[in-house]
């Protein structure tokens, strides 16, 4: 016995490891194809237990394996500049998307297994989605987000309708149909394989498809890219605002004279900007003489660290500081939107990162607020703004997501409900150093342009600055470590996608099914414990009956 216990688990301990590497190749690879066989090892050792409290323990162990194995490999990078990231990611993960794993194991040993089935795959997307909203949100390893890589936007081409989640719900249908071939015995597999076939050749049919007819906008704008190529950790903070700006001032004479938006990255001006209608800043004053003697016609995009101050006697909002008795005032990480105008536009990231710009507005957690050490070049928590701002150049509307904030599909396309027809996204992505989440982080950009069907102008300190069309091919890059300058003319366009209209459809469906499945679910263990009670009792009277 204690031999048998030994060997399964070894055989559960492989397939952990062999279900972590098939997710992680996803965000390391070219497709993301592997995401649609990975969680059929895990299955296999969800059936190997049965459904006592001890099997469930044991189970919750490799699950928990299983995510950190996963989190390790394709996340470690955001060690490099905040170990408490990779360790909040992990924690909060187990909890929104791991415990719905755990939800389906348990269901599975009491339910058939078709309702199970569909208790995970509604549990799976609402937790994924929970955690995106959440002020724990890390949605980087969604299993829709695996398709981003490579040639993997081809075969995505749908988010134009469903959004990411639409790709969580491809990946867990395919496992799920893929698990059943697996189970059935040799000679009962045609149906079944036949299922697994269509499951995965039609979306990629559809795909191709929607890749082939898409027609483009007619309607265009040349745009410039800069990337700077500050150091993060020590030319950012030691070069002063006055060689930095010369630097971008530098780089953007090189746009051509057509040029009709300059796009330059996440925090690039950082010189204490007090937020008003006509904001007086050095950097702002050079950047707008720029524009004034070579491109009247254009504006520049701009990052930056902006502050508001606040007069009022009492915290004016959770995020604001003080130093001693000083104004409250609070600090945000923003877009400048400069013209040849006196007036600056300001659109202020909204969505942050957590441990790094923000904290959760828990009780237990407001003393590490002001710990906090922001990857802008500030510290404490940042101020946010909820409402989307677009701006015009030439009777084209543009609006910028910044860093953290491509990664959220209807926070993303909510710009382009309020009339975007070009997004640009601006970041710094140095902190990261050369581990994969640069990448990853400038090929998400690639499933926000399938789902808006925008252009996108991605202009980066360092990391991958660069075009992506509207079906998210990337046009041109500038690479990781390297200064320069990119031009293109790019399509705008003013076409709303279904996604763009109706947002995460597929979560709101998936929150009514796992309401509805664990409805039943309770109700058939009711039914079913009545069902064992009774069985006994007819029996006694059936042989009181006989001995009569």
Partial sequence: MGNFGERKMKNNLLKIILSAVLLAVAWLGDSGLTLLVALVPLLSVSDSYDGSARSFWKMAGWTTLLWTLWYVIDVWGVWIAAPVGVVAALFFGLLYTATPFMLYHF????????????????????????????????????????????????????????????????????????????????????????????????????????????????????????????????????????????????????????????????????????????????????????????????????????????????????????????????????????????????????????GVEMMPDWAILRPLYDKIIDLGGTTGQLGRDSERRVFRVGGKAYATGICYESIYGEHFAGYVRRGAELMTVITNDGWWGTSPIHRQHFDFSRLRAIETRRSIARSANTGISGFITPLGEVHQTLGWDTRGVLSAVVPVDSRQTFYTMHGDLVVRIARLLLVLGMLYFVGYSYRRRDLLVDEPTQKNKSKKKHSK
Wanted: aromatic share 10%.
């Fill in 107 to 354: 269901v599975s040993k009491r339910a058939p297994k078709s309702l199970a089935y569909v208790v995970l795959v509604a549990a799976w997307i609402t937790g994924e989605h929970l955690y995106n909203v959440s002020q724990a949100s890390f949605p980087w390893l969604n299993l829709g987000n695996g398709f981003a890589h490579g040639f993997g936007p081809r075969l995505v081409q749908w988010y134009e309708w469903t959004g990411v989640y639409g790709g969580t719900l491809w990946v867990l249908l395919t496992n799920i149909l893929v698990w059943e071939l697996v189970q059935r015995p040799k000679g009962q597999r045609r149906a079944a394989a036949l299922r697994v076939a269509a499951a995965i050749v039609l979306p990629i049919a559809v795909s191709l498809t929607l890749y082939f007819a898409y027609t483009p906008s007619e309607r265009t704008m040349a745009v410039t890219v800069v990337q700077p190529n500050i150091d993060s950790y020590t030319e950012k903070f030691t070069l002063s605002q006055q060689e930095q700006t010369a630097n971008l001032v530098s780089l953007a004479l090189c746009a051509p004279q057509n040029t009709e938006l300059i796009v330059m990255p996440e925090t690039a001006i950082d010189e204490g900007l007090i937020e008003s209608d006509q904001m007086r800043g050095e950097s702002i004053e050079t950047l707008r003489g720029v524009l004034t003697e070579r491109f009247p016609e254009a504006a520049i995009i701009a990052g930056a660290t902006t502050y508001r101050i606040y007069d009022h006697e009492q915290r004016p909002t959770p995020t604001a500081r003080r130093r001693g008795h000083g104004p409250w005032y609070d600090v945000f990480n923003t877009a400048l939107n400069i013209d040849t105008t006196q007036k600056v536009g300001l659109s202020h990231k909204s969505k942050l990162v957590i």
